[in-house]
């Protein structure tokens, strides 16, 4: 019996990660943006894993605090909007 609600919690803990991953944490639209680092300017694009619990903040002030890959330096970066 403690079998089958330990796998009903896991079960529901796992539906509801899902649905938290999916609204919040990996926003492909944050992470698919290229970021301007205001110590070097270089142009960088981020992976997935490096905007884990940004996402926010590029939402918010359109900019977060990465690492640049150039200068390794970590401050906010903000959004670079490419004229078209």
Same mark, same amino acid.
């Given at each position: 019996?403690? $079998?089958? =609600? =330990? ?6 803990? &796992?539906? $509801?990660?899902? =649905? ?5 944490? $990996?926003? %492909?639209?944050?992470?698919? %943006? @290229? $970021?301007? !680092?205001? #110590? !070097?300017?270089?142009?960088? #694009? +981020? *992976? ?5 619990? *940004?996402? #926010?903040? +590029?939402? @918010?002030? #359109?900019?977060? %605090? &990465?690492? !640049?890959?150039? !200068?390794? =330096? *970590?401050?906010?970066?903000s959004i670079v909007y490419d004229e078209q």
């Amino acid at each position: 019996m403690k $079998f089958y =609600i =330990i796998a009903i919690i896991i079960g529901l803990a &796992l539906a $509801f990660l899902k =649905i938290y991953i999916n609204t919040t944490l $990996f926003r %492909r639209d944050a992470y698919e %943006r @290229t $970021f301007a !680092c205001p #110590n !070097c300017g270089a142009r960088f #694009n +981020v *992976k997935w894993y490096q905007m884990i619990y *940004k996402s #926010n903040s +590029v939402y @918010t002030y #359109n900019a977060a %605090r &990465l690492k !640049c890959p150039a !200068c390794h =330096i *970590k401050d906010m970066c903000s959004i670079v909007y490419d004229e078209q």
